[in-house]
């Protein structure tokens, strides 16, 4: 694999990264059914969480791992790809997973109420 | 501790015990009202030195409170006449509503305008500017919800001249460093000019409301006639003096300092001359006597703004002294307004008529502060008058001279209408029962009517306080020997001697009334105001023959034109209008979440967009 | 040393989660507990606030990592005295709470209270931590806090406010975490002192594209005026004592981060003005729409959004009586907004709607309440001697010291229209006729001892400014002063 | 002592001079008139007649203590005003008050008679009385400001606001101020013909149609007093055109033959026009007359 073609890929990486939080934002500003726009949402974390890995992948790298090879070989410190983006996304997913609960519990709510998912129809409060 | 703080303490502590009195006893509450209001107006005359200055910081913040010649003939006013309307106030009081709140604020006003005549720095000044405001704005909102909008109109003005004021204090604070007046006064001259320009003007915005100064007094007519009328005679008489005050300083301490002072005072005298025809104008229209009195208190005012913005010596001494006489005169008819509406149960004059013979006391009051307030001699009034045409036509203000007159003249209208519609005309049925109002009404009436007498004949009494005052503000004292007789001179040496006046008017009076009446008086036989013959025919005893609706159509008819495009309207269409645009701006909440979160991507697209104009 | 910064996030959460277990031993502790911890809090705080001005910041490093690579807790005299007002109006909601809905059985209150302390906890961490990703994790724990809270009353439209908070929230979280990573790509670090260091060495526009994503992200929080879609329907929406927690908590935090953002980590040129047009924007769009409003609660609401604006203003000012300014403001605010709601919440009880008709004529029902409110609106419209007047005045003095003339004139106008919709309402209680269907309830001891307890304080601070100003000089030195930050924070080993 | 004594003696000769010659003229009025439109008229001493028959009557009913006032209260204004106006100049048997007959007071102390008579006449409860008195009180608020307007220029021009000052500056020049300042004396004649109330502007007491009002509520002595109050009056204001725009009068003659000329002005203007509404006069006086009044002015500032 030479190095321009792995700059493709990676950019290939990244697009792909913004394409689907493009997709989620598309399904969470334009559709109108409530469970579109949580899909849409989660669409998004999963966009994002893409693109941080992304950023934290180096060519070759090996996984942050301590192992018996890894503290034998101690210059292969710079072939680890970074922890850190990776404990993040842990952290995001995480988040994004709390957040699309409590969302979807609202859905029900919200669909009890007022007998309908479209979320044009939802404007009691305005003003 | 300095008197000075235990004066205010004792107004602080006596509103809050006043307050909760009620809840023990009606005439405790009364009793401390008034231990209240007036034990700190005898410390204040008694201990409080001229010049002396107490200091403290607040917040970091040095403040200093004190008094000069000045501000104690404001005090004066503040004091004397909140004392009395005090006294009156526990009459007019009785058997009221809400009497606690009223009297709590009743005494936070009497001690912020106490607190403005104190405050040598412009924090406190200002604290005590819109203490002022609030408790005056409470008061005024007293009866209820359909004066809401009064109210609101009132404290959106005041607030919007006290903002005013607020932006002056702190740029003078960013340019001297200081919140001292006298910092500020010694600073002035050195500023730029642009801000040598605009500190006065907003320092004048904030005082023109408070003065009812056209155009900034389109709250006044509702906010006085509104009031209970306790404390509308505080409100017109001492409060609309703060205004006044505050006025004369910035006018002598800061816009003589500059070449473009006369401007200053041009355009404030000319916008006294129109507040005054515009309220005379306004006020012989009405037929309720809160809001003539109203009116005619706008005009009033508009006076005293003349006189203190033509800035001659003579010109000052007749705004102040014409200051401390509608303090005297107006607060007198409030008060005689309250006991009518008291004793009635209306202030209308197409309503009550005839109570001349019902209530006397209330009647000689009413008279002689129409009198004063007519300028007619040998009254008070008639020296500040004579000494403002004197001064305005010594000053070259030769068209201002016919302004003030014609407001002038046209004020007989209206006082006669006052006059009549309570005291003349037909004696009615319906207000047979009426009684004298109590004395604890009527004496407070009758002390500042008996001071307006003899103000008239001996003007020296307060032209030497007002004199002193001058002098503290740094004019020259070219009128001293006369304060001690009852003399008033004009620049050009011309005068008029009072005394004999006095004794002639007083003379010829009583002769023609001993000619008139000698022998005859017991001959003659009382008669009802039926009993008269109109073209011939006697009007039976149900037949109202009481002239009082349109009662000055015939005038009004001639100044018609003129009146029809008035401010307020103005006013109200450009409020109207703005919150037609509040209400479509606020529909950018749309209530859909979604059009929420595309905000929010707009914000960032937007924000990317111009991130190189923003950083 | 009477404790440690990181107690502040330890105790709240491991009571938080103690709560249903101890709830199943008696159920009033689930009421009970959440008290305990904020008064012990409270105390914690107030020591090491006092701690810090005689010492200097404590610098907190959690499991050993010493900065720039672990997390660390900085409590300095600007966060320590945020997290005071914090606890302090926890506490206060704790006890207005305590019994505020007689029927609410113990599964709510437990919601309730857990939230609650979540909700106070996340804000909390937000003020303490110095790290950046850190920072975002308290803030989703306050977010997810306040959906729950504001979603908390079942059977009205709280669910559509609270999911209109969720998408914006939603939004928010992915921006500040790009925005995170923004930096964290440039600059391989987190810690917020250590990219104020080094953040010369960042790409111009990525600097700012990290910024503006920064901005966008806690402006949802700290209400700057497009973002703010959510706030006035969750105030709306929420329980009152909850609108209270918002507008001096949650808010706060934000504004905070903000803040420390603008101030300490980036070097941008143009963001104090950046701060000061969308502080107008949002106090001017907030103000005039707050005027036409029905809804008490929402007219509380767009008001507090538009004392936020006037924070950002105060703080665009960049200048250490701006930020004095601004601090008071945001003391102020916490305090007035509180009793604000806290005393409206009882006026409008037994409503549906909230709406402003139907506090008619409540000061004959409710004196106290009605007393308290009427002193919340004249202070927080800055009238004298109340605490909001020297706010004002300190914004004012900052403002011409800036030479911000023509910001002073607009702020002063918005305040006029302020005052009328303030008035409006207090008019309302005292002089209208009561709504014949409208039963007024009377407030609980406890409400009305928290109520009466911030009347104090405004009147305390109006009459006695020196309570505080002493403090929020030393907060505001302390934001000015960049590298002291830096040092005191990279120092730690 | 003496000079009070003095003084009261000297102001009751004036006071007769004023009656008897306001009399004379008021009967001359009505003579002239009467010959106007072809009647014969009362002789021009009827008014005397007309007098002395209710200074000589009783009253017998009174509606209370301001209907006793209101006559004294007119005749204060009468008689303070013509102690203010120099009758004649160097004479010593008609002393003025000892300060400078101030113009600004003048026009003060001539309202407060009015109102106190509108007071009284506003206790009788008679309501066309009250219209009147609306009627008369706007009346001169419209003619008051082209005779201000005459006065402010006087004033400036010459620097002083006293009467005898005028005077003084008359005398000196040799020219009678009606010429040096014609604007000052057209507006003045103009206004004055307001103040006398007469055609044009009688709307005020309505004479020929209405039969009520203060006259009527008022009898015997108090409608003597009300009568040579005005006569005293009209003497008084007559005087004063005189000293103000034609330098006064050195003898009682020359006085005479001044104030009759000056009188036959409102007398004869009268007699050509037919009468104004109240709005229509006020209007007329804020018209051309004040228009002359600030030529007058203008005048004044110019030269």
Redesign the interface.
Known sequence: MDSTLFSYLDYAVYGTAVIVMLIGFYGAMVKKSLLKIVIGLSVIDSGLNLLIVAIGYYKGGTAPIFSQGFLENFKSVSKMTDPVPQALVLTAIVIGFGVTAVALALVIRLYRHHGTLNIDEIKNLKW | MNTIYIIFLIFLGGAVFTYFAGKIHKVLQDILFLVSILVPAYLFFANVEIGQNVNL????ISLSWGINYFSWLFSLIVLGLGSLAAIYAVGFMKGEKRRGYFYFNFILSIMAMTGILLSRDL?SF???W??M??SS?LIT?YN??KV?SI??KY??FS??GA??M??A???V??ITGSFLIGDMIHAYPAMALSMQIWIPIMFLMAFGVKAAMMPLHVWAPGAYSNAPMAYTSVFSGALSKMGIYGMTLVLVTMVNHIPQGVWFREVLAWLGGITAVIGTLWAIQQDDAKKLLAYSSVAQLGYIITGIAIGTELAMLAGLFLAVMHALFKGTLFMVVGAIEKQTGTSNFTEVT?L??KMPWTFLSA?LAI?AL????PLGG?VG??ML??SL?TS?H??L??VI??AS??A??Y???F??GF?????EKEWAHVKEAPAVMVLPMLIMALFMLVLGTFPGIILNPINHGLQALGYADSYKHLWDTSIIL?S?G????LQ??LY??AG??LF??A???WK??K??????????????EVPKEDEN???SVG?????Y???EPAMRRQIDKYYNAFADGL?A???F????????????????????VV??LF?DF?? | MVGTPVLFIAIPLMAAFLIPLLGMIWKELVRIVPGLVLTYLLILSINLLDHVLAHGPIVEVIAGWGPPIGINLVFSALSGFLVVLMEFLGLLVWAYSYRFKRNVDYEPALKYFLMLMMLITGSVGIVLTGDIFNMFVFIEITSISAYGLTAFYKGRNSAEASFKYVMMGSVASTFLLLAIMIIYAQLGTLNMADIANKIHLMNPTLKIVSYIFFVTALGIEAEIFPLNGWAPDAYAEAPGPVGAAFAGIVVKAAVYAIIRYTYTIFDLSGTFNFLIIIGMITLIIAETAAIRQEKLKRMLAYSSIGQMGLVMVAFGFGTEEGVFAALFLMLNHAIIKSLLFFSGSYLTYNSTDKKISEVNGMSKFLPITSLLFALGAFAIVGLPPFAGFWSKLAVMTAAADSNMILIMALVLIVSVVELVYYLRVVNRVYFYKKEADVKPKRPTVNALIVMITLGAIILLVGFYPDAVTGLLHKASAGLMDKTQYIHNVLSVR | MEEVLYNVLGAIATFLVAFVVGMTYGGLNRKITARVQNRKGPPFYQNFIDTLKLASKKSAIHHGVMQHFGPAFLMVTSVMSLLIVPVLTHNQWFPNLNFHGDLIFLLYIMVFGPLGMALGAGQTGNPNSAIGITRGLSQMVGYEIPWVLALVALMIQYHTTSIVGLMAVQAQSGTWLMFSSPFAFIAAVMAMLGMFSYSPFDVVIAPAEIASGPASENGGKYLFTMMSSGSVFAFVKLTLYVDLFMGGADNIVILLVKTFALYMIPVLYSLTTVRYRTEQSIRWFWGWPSFFGLLAILQAVIF
């Not at chain 2, 009662?551 to 005038?555: E, H, L, S």
């Not at chain 2, 701006?585 to 960032?604: K, P």
């Open positions: 910081t607040l917040g970091g924090v200002f604290v005590f819109e203490i405001t609030w704005y909102i209820g919800n809401q109210g609101i404290f959106v607030a919007i903002y005013a607020l932006m204090i702190v740029m604070h960013h005839g001349i013979r008279l009198i007519a300028g007619i001699p008639f008058k004579w045409y004197e036509i070259n030769y068209l001279v016919i007159f014609f003249t046209a007989f209208l006082c006669y209408k006059l009549f005291f003349m005309g037909q004696e004009n050009w011309n005068k008029v001697v004999p006046i002639s008017i010829i009076f023609f009334i000619f008139l009446t005859g008086y001959n003659t036989r009382f008669i009802s105001t039926k009993d008269i013959s109109s073209s011939g023959l009481t002239f009662f000055m159509q015939p005038f008819r001639a100044v919150e645009t509040f209400e701006l606020r529909r950018i909440y749309t209530g859909n979440g979604q059009t929420y979160a595309i905000y929010v991507i707009v914000f960032v924000m990317l991130k923003l950083f």
